[in-house]
């Protein structure tokens, strides 16, 4: 008992020292006033930040060991000697999944603390470094790529959104608020890594190559497109991307991820797997069971989850008791981090160190990033009906990831006004393009509902679409004219 205490003093000594504490745990940082509702005067929202070099050193700490029973009962059958202040048997009960040190005073675990865990940033509001700031360097090439595809982004949302209130396609979602979350996280994963999306991380794909005209192939749904045209738009997917492809139901993706992960750990694969989930999707047991899988089985995996306050119309405040999401991680055993979703460095930074942690060290790590959803929840969704209008200009403007992004290319000397004229004049010509291409190109046939499940159709299947085509032949006027029979 007195080596384990003293080896876990050790530890604790050694990551203070690191973070050139002294002193409590309580002193590394101010805590985070982010919450909801959000502050009536707009002050400040991210502390200070917390240095992301320190993650690998508080990850390093393993599993505690189980014990073996068969010692246990020998050690019935041992004459110990009373005035042994070690002693295992009065000092710890020696459990199975390690041994739990005992103690005479009665005291329950708080549910929660006053002071909330950090939030990492790098950048101030202003898009100016924080002096002092740990973050990972990012070069004059990769800064103006991550900054051109977070506009590209953004336009793409604000054409294809119109396009869908024009009646041209059935439905659409935005990422505005969030395209530092989409890009920074994309650009610090490796090309093998397996992306598990929710469905607000177009932004990941983007990067990877998915081009314009394929996302306005899958958003129409049209021969083009690669799933051919099941799929409702913004549920894109591609193998050749390593990007799963989005399913509506919510949090399905965790449990999977585990198991990719645990499928890459087991081939020795240089890769992980990468799961995005929202706040909402944390209240559902496929996230618990998904993070619980992963830490078991020490599997390399990233779980971020984007939390944007609010889940369609339920705030985060209504969504759980907890200092949001990044404490979670702790009961699962799982290092975690919370970030300025709003600071591409910061993100970049943390899903950077992240990656390394679950490759090298082979486990799971949980990241939560704070980044305000500033568009509707979906074109389905009005959210002027349950959040005031200033909340979501202040977002949209005072704290724009893109803006904040752009003002520190600026500062860095790497891009112009010029520089954005170009760049936002092309963009929107690639746009309106591959809108009126993926309008003209044909739909699938009708025949493509059927197929590419079974080899030999069923009968059943073979009766629906018996009963589909006569219901078109008898009611013309209620189907589509550009869909081939």
């Given at each position: 008992?007195?080596?384990?205490?003293?080896?876990?003093?050790?530890?604790?000594?050694?990551?203070?020292?690191k973070?050139g504490?002294?002193?409590?745990?309580?002193?590394?940082?101010?805590?985070s006033?982010?919450?909801?509702?959000?502050?009536?005067?707009y002050?400040t929202?991210?502390?200070?930040?917390?240095?992301?070099?320190?993650?690998?050193?508080?990850?390093?700490?393993?599993?505690?060991k189980?014990?073996?029973?068969?010692?246990?009962?020998?050690?019935?059958?041992?004459?110990?000697?009373?005035?042994?202040?070690?002693?295992?048997?009065?000092?710890?009960?020696d459990?199975?999944?390690?041994?739990?040190?005992?103690?005479?005073?009665?005291?329950?675990?708080?549910?929660?603390s006053?002071?909330?865990?950090?939030?990492?940033?790098?950048?101030?509001?202003?898009?100016e470094?924080?002096?002092?700031?740990?973050f990972?360097?990012?070069?004059?090439?990769?800064?103006?790529?991550m900054?051109?595809?977070?506009?590209?982004?953004?336009?793409?949302?604000?054409?294809?959104?119109?396009?869908?209130?024009?009646?041209?396609?059935?439905?659409?979602?935005?990422?505005?608020?969030?395209?530092?979350?989409?890009?920074?996280?994309?650009?610090a994963?490796?090309?093998?890594?397996?992306?598990?999306?929710?469905?607000?991380?177009?932004?990941?794909?983007?990067?990877?190559?998915?081009?314009?005209?394929?996302?306005?192939?899958?958003?129409?749904?049209?021969?083009a497109?690669?799933?051919?045209?099941?799929?409702?738009?913004?549920?894109?997917?591609?193998?050749?991307?390593?990007?799963?492809?989005?399913?509506?139901?919510?949090?399905?993706?965790?449990?999977?991820?585990?198991?990719?992960?645990?499928?890459?750990?087991?081939?020795?694969?240089?890769?992980?797997?990468?799961?995005?989930?929202?706040?909402?999707?944390?209240?559902?047991g496929?996230?618990?069971?998904?993070?619980?899988?992963?830490?078991?089985?020490?599997?390399?995996?990233?779980?971020?989850?984007r939390?944007?306050?609010?889940?369609?119309?339920?705030?985060?405040?209504?969504?759980?008791?907890?200092?949001?999401?990044?404490?979670?991680?702790?009961?699962?055993?799982?290092?975690?981090?919370?970030?300025?979703?709003?600071?591409?460095?910061?993100?970049?930074?943390?899903?950077?160190?992240?990656?390394?942690?679950?490759?090298?060290?082979?486990?799971?790590?949980?990241?939560?990033?704070?980044?305000?959803?500033?568009?509707?929840?979906?074109?389905?969704?009005?959210?002027?009906?349950?959040?005031?209008?200033?909340?979501?200009?202040?977002w949209?403007?005072?704290?724009?990831?893109?803006?904040?992004?752009?003002?520190?290319?600026?500062?860095s000397?790497w891009?112009?006004?010029?520089?954005e004229?170009?760049?936002?004049?092309?963009?929107k010509?690639?746009?309106?393009?591959?809108?009126?291409?993926?309008?003209?190109?044909?739909?699938?046939?009708?025949?493509?509902?059927?197929?590419?499940?079974?080899?030999?159709?069923p009968?059943?299947?073979i009766?629906?679409?018996?009963?589909?085509?006569?219901t078109?032949?008898?009611?013309?006027?209620?189907?589509?004219?550009?869909?081939?029979?």
């Amino acid at each position: 008992m007195g080596s384990w205490w003293r080896r876990s003093s050790v530890i604790a000594h050694h990551i203070r020292a690191k973070m050139g504490l002294r002193g409590s745990a309580a002193n590394i940082n101010q805590a985070s006033s982010w919450s909801h509702p959000f502050q009536s005067d707009y002050s400040t929202l991210i502390p200070p930040s917390f240095p992301c070099n320190i993650i690998a050193t508080l990850f390093s700490v393993g599993r505690l060991k189980s014990t073996v029973t068969g010692k246990q009962l020998d050690s019935l059958h041992v004459t110990h000697n009373d005035d042994d202040d070690d002693d295992d048997d009065d000092q710890a009960l020696d459990f199975p999944g390690g041994k739990v040190s005992y103690t005479s005073e009665m005291k329950f675990i708080l549910g929660c603390s006053d002071k909330r865990i950090p939030c990492y940033r790098v950048l101030d509001g202003d898009g100016e470094q924080i002096r002092g700031s740990d973050f990972q360097q990012v070069n004059k090439e990769l800064a103006v790529k991550m900054y051109s595809d977070m506009v590209t982004l953004q336009m793409m949302d604000t054409l294809f959104y119109e396009a869908q209130r024009q009646g041209r396609i059935s439905f659409y979602l935005t990422s505005f608020g969030e395209e530092a979350i989409n890009i920074a996280s994309a650009a610090a994963l490796s090309k093998d890594d397996i992306v598990l999306p929710q469905y607000r991380e177009p932004g990941v794909l983007l990067w990877r190559g998915f081009t314009l005209q394929e996302f306005a192939n899958q958003c129409f749904g049209n021969n083009a497109d690669d799933g051919k045209g099941r799929q409702m738009p913004i549920h894109y997917g591609s193998s050749k991307h390593n990007f799963i492809t989005v399913s509506s139901p919510i949090a399905t993706q965790l449990p999977q991820a585990a198991g990719m992960a645990y499928s890459l750990k087991i081939d020795k694969k240089d890769a992980c797997a990468v799961a995005f989930i929202g706040d909402g999707g944390t209240s559902e047991g496929d996230f618990h069971a998904g993070l619980n899988f992963a830490a078991v089985l020490e599997a390399p995996v990233i779980f971020v989850c984007r939390n944007n306050g609010w889940a369609i119309s339920t705030p985060i405040s209504e969504q759980f008791r907890s200092d949001g999401i990044v404490v979670k991680g702790k009961a699962y055993g799982i290092p975690s981090i919370r970030v300025d979703g709003t600071d591409a460095l910061a993100v970049y930074g943390a899903i950077h160190a992240a990656r390394d942690m679950a490759i090298n060290v082979q486990g799971p790590v949980l990241v939560e990033t704070l980044a305000y959803r500033v568009g509707h929840h979906s074109t389905s969704d009005d959210s002027t009906e349950y959040r005031p209008l200033g909340e979501i200009e202040y977002w949209k403007t005072v704290r724009n990831p893109v803006n904040k992004f752009r003002k520190w290319v600026e500062i860095s000397g790497w891009w112009t006004e010029r520089d954005e004229a170009e760049l936002r004049r092309s963009i929107k010509k690639q746009l309106l393009q591959a809108i009126q291409v993926a309008e003209k190109t044909e739909k699938p046939p009708l025949a493509e509902l059927f197929a590419d499940v079974y080899d030999l159709p069923p009968s059943n299947l073979i009766e629906q679409e018996k009963q589909l085509r006569e219901t078109i032949n008898k009611y013309p006027q209620d189907f589509s004219s550009d869909v081939s029979l």
